[in-house]
Structures are given as C-alpha cells and as structure tokens.
C-alpha cells in the first residue's frame, strides 16, 4: 500500500461523509442580502437575467458518491503534499491565533475546459459578491455563467467535502474580466485577508462563543495569478478591531517573506488566515484576465455595489463602501445604535442567572401567525424600541403577539407551544417556562442566530433549554405566574 493510499485510509474516516449532507439540518442559516449597483462601466455586459440554468445536472447540492469521495480526497492530497491533512481537509474555526504559523490555501484542482474560462466578447464580465446560492431559496445562476459551470462545481464538490453544514451556506461568486494594462493590477492592491473577523462583522459573537464559522473562498485566473504570503503574522499585542493597522501589519511583514503563486487555471480554497493580494502585470502589453472567486459563508454580503441577481426575490439593507480604503465583505448593521451600553452575557452567564431562585410562568395569550416567506428579514421593536432582527427560514411562522410586535417562530416550535384557533389565531398550550427579571442593560445571542437586546424591566425565559428575551408588556400581557 503506498502512502497516499494509507493516508486516505486512516484520514477518510474522519471527513463528513457524502450521506451527511442530506442528514444534516441547516445548523445555521443565511443572514440577510441585498444589492445596489455601483456606477456602470460601459465596457461591462449587462447580464440579462432573461434565463438561468438548469442547475439539476450540475449536482451542486448532491453528496458525492463514495467512490468519487475518495477519488477527491486522494487527488487533493497528491496536489497538496506537502500539507498536514487537517489543514487542506478540516475547516477551521476563527482564531487569532491562526496567524502564529504560516498558512496556504489549498490546491483543488485545475481546470480543463480553459476556452470557456476564458471566454469574453468585446464587452467582458463585471461583478462583485453576487448570490448564486441562499438558504432556503437554493442556487440560482443565471445562463451568462453557464462558462464557469465547472468552477461552480469543483468548488461546491471540494466544499461538501470539508463542511458539514453545506446546506447552511450561502454562495457569492465575483468575476473579473477588465483588462490590465502594463504595470497595473487588475483590482485594489495590498496584502490582505478575505472574510476577516472583528468588531465590524460578528465581535458580539467572538466573544460569546469560543468557536466561530468561517468562510470558504475558491479563486483561480487564467493569468497574472494571486500571490500568497504563508506568513507567519503574529498579531501579538496589535488590535485585530484595528483595520489599517492589521493591513499595515501585513504589508510590513510580507516584504521579507516568501511569496508563492499557482499556474493559471489552478482553483485554490483558503479562509481568512491565508494573507494575499493581486499580481501586477509587468508585460508590456495588455493582459485580457478573467478572475473568479467564489464564497460560501454563513454570513450575508451586504456592501452596496455588490453583484445583483434579480433571481433572487429579496431586499435588505446595505452598508456603504468606502472608496479610500478596503472594506470587510460583511458587517453586522447598526440595528442598535446604543449596542455598547449593552452588556453582552454568554450562555454560561445565562444560565448562572436561572440558579437563582428562577420563577414560573404559563402563557396564556393568543397570536395570530402566518407561514412567513423563507429569506424575509423581521426587526422585533415595542414603543421604538428595537429588541433583535431575526431572518424566516424554510417552514417558519411570522407571529404577531397582543402588543403588536412581531416575530419569526419554527415549526416545530409552533407546534410545541401552540395549537390552531380561529381566524388565523393560535391558542398557547400547557407550556411552562422559567424566567427572570432584567435588572441592567444586557445584550445576548439568541436561538435564532441574532444579537437580542434588553433593558430593565425586561424578562429572560428558559423554555425547554433555550434562554431567549420577552419584553417587559409582552410578558406581563401574555403570561400568567405559578405558584
């Protein structure tokens, strides 16, 4: 047996199996998305969006039979020989910490059809973050991408391969065909990360939980290709919130270290530890360069200019670019403008407060409840004052209580707590909750995936092992206590 064979043997055991994907639920769900177009370029193709593709034959969503399974694994460790199999197979979680050592982003494959790559009119391709795939909704491509069908796939094959929650990712891809003329780059220059973590995308959430999701970015050109910088790039005492100072961070350090790059056509996966910019031309002739990325993240893409696919029937809002610097692909949205008065309690702190001589309730109040559209984004407020922002997955009900404000429930949460009265209304069963009684200013991250926000006077409930917010008069006029 040689020593791909055996490595395959004792390390396909550990990977998500093919089945997996289809056993699995959506542990987390998209986040919103929207987009607005950036100034046109009159050189760009206005896609039509008249057709889209049969994605069906693409298999983008069907587990890999075990045969190919293990054909992948085993290519991708002979193309990556010289890595640790966990760091080409298992998906990290964020930590600083990634940059103490170097870091490469993994080589998937090569692509064969390179015409169709390559492909471009007089007019070329131009867009960023566009949603090809959202939870809930499925993929959705239009007929202009039909030349990067294999791209699409490599990637989402690799992907299932490494990620267990699959099914909860959304999908972006960005294409890039401008020309490049001599000693210029075809995008921003500088040494940077893609899909960074800090106090702009989810801090609420770096604190509260020791293990965050990262995102999966595929690139691959057909010339002038990325370069990387392995690094190392310890932080140290630098502040990660610090975005200039982590880009600086990064070019001081990469001028003295190795720099790779891969042959055109070759798709790479990294994550957010991997430290890259573009390639500059230094032909003295223009350079007709196509350029994909591909994203598959938990998050929603929400900088204005982003990519628009009318395939998609939604609307959310958008956060301004700033054209003087780079900007982070998501950030959380100023829902609560006050969030820093808010002190942000863990689970483990949650649950400390249900010790203390908790006391029971019964709901007693009727909603009324819709099926709620899957993708719709929901903000929960009472007298101005907004509570959490929740997203409607597949088979979720919109509910709205006696004081008016509404909500996104489960089904099978609907089911539990109430049962079918008329006119729409749903009667509260025989559910008992514990709950306590807010004496500060707290913020926590809730069942539903979102930042919740309370103030004094406000309840906390424990129902069945899940600690959410009740605001003050929605408690007190849906809730009867027990002795």
Same mark, same amino acid.
């Given at each position: 047996?040689?020593?791909?064979?055996?490595?395959?043997?004792?390390?396909?055991?550990?990977?998500?199996?093919?089945?997996?994907?289809?056993?699995?639920?959506?542990?987390?769900?998209?986040?919103?998305?929207?987009?607005?177009?950036?100034?046109?370029?009159?050189?760009?193709?206005?896609?039509?969006?008249?057709?889209?593709?049969?994605?069906?034959?693409?298999?983008?969503?069907?587990?890999?039979?075990?045969?190919?399974?293990?054909?992948?694994?085993?290519?991708?460790?002979?193309?990556?020989?010289?890595?640790?199999?966990?760091? %080409?197979?298992?998906?990290?979680?964020?930590?600083?910490? /990634? @940059?103490? *050592?170097? !870091?490469?982003?993994?080589?998937?494959? #090569?692509?064969?059809?390179?015409?169709?790559?390559?492909?471009?009119?007089?007019?070329?391709?131009?867009?960023?973050?566009?949603?090809?795939?959202?939870?809930?909704?499925?993929?959705?491509?239009?007929?202009?991408?039909?030349?990067?069908?294999?791209?699409?796939?490599?990637?989402?094959?690799?992907?299932?391969?490494?990620?267990?929650?699959?099914?909860?990712?959304?999908?972006?891809?960005?294409?890039?065909?401008?020309?490049?003329?001599?000693?210029?780059?075809?995008?921003?220059?500088?040494?940077?990360?893609?899909?960074?973590?800090?106090?702009?995308?989810?801090?609420?959430?770096?604190?509260?939980?020791?293990?965050?999701?990262?995102?999966?970015?595929?690139?691959?050109?057909?010339? %002038?290709?990325?370069?990387?910088?392995?690094?190392?790039? /310890? @932080?140290? *005492?630098? !502040?990660?919130?610090?975005?200039?100072? #982590?880009?600086?961070?990064?070019?001081?350090?990469?001028?003295?270290?190795?720099?790779?790059?891969?042959?055109?056509?070759?798709?790479?996966?990294?994550?957010?530890?991997?430290?890259?910019?573009?390639?500059?031309?230094?032909?003295?002739?223009?350079?007709?360069?196509?350029?994909?990325?591909?994203?598959?993240?938990?998050?929603?893409?929400?900088?204005?200019?982003?990519?628009?696919?009318?395939?998609?029937?939604?609307?959310?809002?958008?956060?301004?670019?700033?054209?003087?610097?780079?900007?982070?692909?998501?950030?959380?949205?100023?829902?609560?403008?006050?969030?820093?008065?808010?002190?942000?309690?863990?689970?483990?702190?949650?649950?400390?407060?249900?010790?203390?001589?908790?006391?029971?309730?019964?709901?007693?109040?009727?909603?009324?409840?819709?099926?709620?559209?899957?993708?719709?984004?929901?903000?929960?407020?009472?007298?101005?004052?907004?509570?959490?922002?929740?997203?409607?997955?597949?088979?979720?009900?919109?509910?709205?209580?006696?004081?008016?404000?509404?909500?996104?429930?489960?089904?099978?949460?609907?089911?539990?707590?109430?049962?079918?009265?008329?006119?729409?209304?749903?009667?509260?069963?025989?559910?008992?909750?514990?709950?306590?009684?807010?004496?500060?200013?707290?913020?926590?991250?809730?069942?539903?995936?979102?930042?919740?926000?309370?103030?004094?006077?406000?309840?906390?409930?424990?129902?069945?092992?899940?600690?959410?917010?009740?605001?003050?008069?929605?408690?007190?006029?849906?809730?009867?206590?027990?002795?």
């Amino acid at each position: 047996m040689n020593a791909i064979s055996t490595q395959l043997k004792s390390f396909v055991s550990i990977l998500p199996k093919p089945s997996l994907q289809t056993k699995i639920a959506n542990k987390f769900f998209a986040k919103p998305y929207a987009s607005f177009p950036i100034v046109k370029d009159p050189n760009a193709i206005e896609i039509s969006f008249k057709k889209k593709v049969n994605v069906t034959s693409w298999k983008l969503d069907t587990p890999l039979e075990l045969k190919e399974h293990k054909k992948l694994i085993a290519q991708t460790i002979k193309k990556n020989s010289d890595r640790e199999l966990v760091d %080409i197979f298992v998906k990290k979680f964020w930590f600083i910490s /990634s @940059f103490d *050592k170097k !870091n490469y982003p993994t080589v998937v494959g #090569v692509i064969k059809n390179k015409k169709a790559f390559s492909s471009r009119s007089d007019k070329y391709l131009l867009f960023m973050d566009m949603p090809i795939k959202l939870v809930g909704k499925g993929w959705q491509i239009p007929n202009e991408l039909e030349p990067y069908r294999e791209v699409i796939k490599k990637s989402a094959d690799f992907e299932k391969t490494i990620n267990p929650y699959f099914n909860g990712c959304n999908v972006y891809i960005t294409i890039d065909q401008r020309p490049v003329k001599p000693n210029e780059s075809q995008r921003r220059p500088g040494w940077h990360v893609d899909s960074f973590i800090n106090k702009e995308t989810k801090e609420d959430e770096v604190k509260a939980y020791k293990f965050i999701e990262t995102d999966s970015i595929y690139l691959v050109s057909d010339s %002038i290709p990325t370069q990387f910088c392995p690094g190392p790039f /310890s @932080f140290g *005492k630098l !502040n990660p919130n610090d975005t200039e100072k #982590v880009l600086q961070h990064f070019e001081t350090l990469a001028k003295d270290k190795e720099i790779i790059t891969y042959a055109p056509y070759t798709l790479v996966r990294m994550g957010p530890e991997c430290v890259h910019q573009v390639g500059f031309n230094k032909t003295n002739k223009t350079i007709n360069r196509t350029f994909v990325k591909i994203t598959y993240s938990q998050n929603f893409l929400n900088r204005q200019g982003n990519g628009l696919n009318p395939l998609f029937d939604v609307n959310w809002p958008m956060y301004p670019r700033n054209a003087d610097k780079r900007n982070h692909v998501n950030i959380i949205g100023d829902y609560f403008p006050d969030s820093a008065d808010y002190q942000l309690l863990n689970d483990m702190q949650l649950r400390n407060l249900f010790k203390k001589n908790p006391k029971k309730a019964v709901k007693v109040a009727s909603i009324n409840a819709i099926l709620a559209t899957p993708g719709e984004i929901l903000q929960t407020s009472y007298n101005g004052f907004a509570t959490t922002v929740n997203i409607a997955k597949v088979g979720d009900w919109k509910v709205t209580s006696p004081c008016g404000d509404q909500y996104f429930l489960s089904s099978e949460t609907m089911q539990k707590i109430y049962r079918p009265g008329k006119n729409g209304t749903f009667i509260p069963k025989d559910s008992e909750v514990f709950f306590v009684k807010i004496t500060e200013k707290i913020k926590l991250l809730a069942p539903w995936g979102s930042l919740q926000f309370l103030r004094p006077g406000d309840f906390l409930v424990k129902r069945q092992g899940e600690i959410y917010g009740i605001l003050h008069d929605d408690f007190v006029n849906a809730y009867t206590l027990l002795d």
